[in-house]
């Protein structure tokens, strides 16, 4: 059974920058048929992709998002982490990681963390 766990603040001053891990069971992030994702949803909206990593460790992004996102990945600890910079308000929301399969579908999701932007 794939899991994945979202883990970071909660809350984050503007200007800074926000990190995220996504921990990995019972898959391998390096399996070549799989990406993983994050996704993020702020209130009242609807689902943002971020951007994915892919098993060979190449990450690709929302160009809406690209020059403030970097997405990497530990693969000794199966872990990928994102890191979002020069947050703003409006980057407050729950950020999800999740796990696109061989379906192009996302199978597997974290359970979300709320990340909020506050002085």
């Known amino acids: 059974q794939v899991q994945l766990q979202e883990s970071g603040p909660g809350l984050v001053k503007p200007s800074q920058t926000l990190s995220l891990t996504c921990s990995v069971s019972g898959a391998s992030i390096t399996t070549n048929t799989d990406y993983w994702a994050w996704i993020r949803q702020p209130p009242g909206k609807g689902l943002e992709w971020m951007g994915t990593i892919d098993a060979r460790g190449s990450a690709y992004y929302n160009p809406s998002l690209v020059s403030r996102t970097s997405i990497s990945r530990d693969t000794s600890k199966n872990q990928f982490t994102l890191q979002l910079r020069s947050v703003t308000p409006e980057d407050t929301a729950v950020y999800y990681c999740?796990?696109?399969?061989?379906?192009?579908?996302?199978?597997?999701w974290g359970q979300g963390t709320q990340a909020t932007v506050s002085s």
């Open positions: 999740a796990r696109q399969g061989i379906s192009a579908t996302y199978d597997n």
